[in-house]
């Protein structure tokens, strides 16, 4: 594994010719176009492919998970972060991913815990504010107006009563004021992780557009062939919850 990790990332960076775009979108869709360039790249030397949606099976095959280890590495897994809503996100520093990202981002274990803060400041934001003595008393007078207007399904009320409950209870106002307040207290407190998540992210740009420059990576993000998929919402946000 050490030797295939080490084809995998043993090449040179270019300096960058092209200008980074503008648009957080835009800038955004180069960086994932490198990385998955850089991942196809790394799967290429193991006589790997990364499949398309089409392609996947329902069922894992040995084939499917021979391309989850190469692509996601193998356990245990080294990285792991506990959020402050007591959820843990862990990652590998094996597989294609892991090393695509020490291309682009330089340090992975800095960029693994920059991101998964950042991209659950909000969810963090909306944890203190579940425990706000208001937002309390809100959520139970709106779960008593949900039981009384869904009948056998107060767990699963339909929108038309959530949006009813929501302006009764004053729970929707509750919620408008309490949010942005926490949420830009949550930020001030992590301005360590957002100061390092934009650090290194600029760096992942300039990576991404000496790679196109190149001719190493896609013009454009392939979202189709990407084998991330969405955690739900509950779960943290950034590589594998656990």
């Known amino acids: 594994m050490a030797l295939l990790l080490m084809s995998c990332s043993d090449h040179r960076i270019a300096s ?3 200008e980074i775009p503008a648009g957080e979108q835009a800038q955004g869709d ?6 998955l360039a850089l991942v196809t790249r790394c799967l290429s030397g193991q006589g790997l492919t990364v499949p398309s ?5 329902k069922a894992a095959t040995a084939q499917d ?10 356990d245990p897994r080294e990285l792991s972060l506990t959020l402050p809503t007591g959820y843990t996100v862990t990652a590998n520093t094996d597989g294609c991913l892991a090393n695509a990202q ?7 274990k800095r960029w693994f815990e920059a991101e998964v803060i950042v991209n659950n400041l909000r969810a ?11 937002h309390r008393a809100a959520m139970a007078r709106w779960e008593r107006c949900a039981g009384q207007l869904s009948g056998t399904r107060p767990d699963q009320p339909d929108p038309a009563v959530t949006d009813r409950c929501n302006r009764e ?21 992590r301005r360590e992780q957002l100061t390092a998540y934009q650090q290194l992210r600029s760096i992942a740009l300039q990576r991404a557009v000496s790679l196109a420059s190149a001719g190493n990576g896609p013009q454009g993000p392939s979202r189709n062939t990407d084998p991330n998929t969405d955690p739900k919402p509950t779960e943290p946000k950034g590589h594998h919850p656990s």
Do not use: C
């Not at 180069?30 to 990385?35: F, N, T, V």
């Not at 949606?53 to 099976?57: A, D």
């Not at 209870?169 to 407190?189: D, F, I, M």
């Open 30 to 35: 180069l960086i994932k176009s490198a990385q």
């Open 169 to 189: 209870s004053g729970l929707a106002v509750v919620e408008s004021r309490l949010e942005p307040v926490l949420l830009a207290k949550v930020r001030t407190e």
């Open 124 to 134: 963090e934001a909306q944890a203190r504010m579940a425990a706000d003595p208001d």
């Open 65 to 74: 998970k021979r391309f989850q280890a190469a692509y996601f590495g193998t």
């Open 16 to 18: 960058p010719h092209r």
């Open 53 to 57: 949606l089409r392609q996947r099976p």
């Open 102 to 108: 020490r291309v682009l981002y330089g340090d992975q």
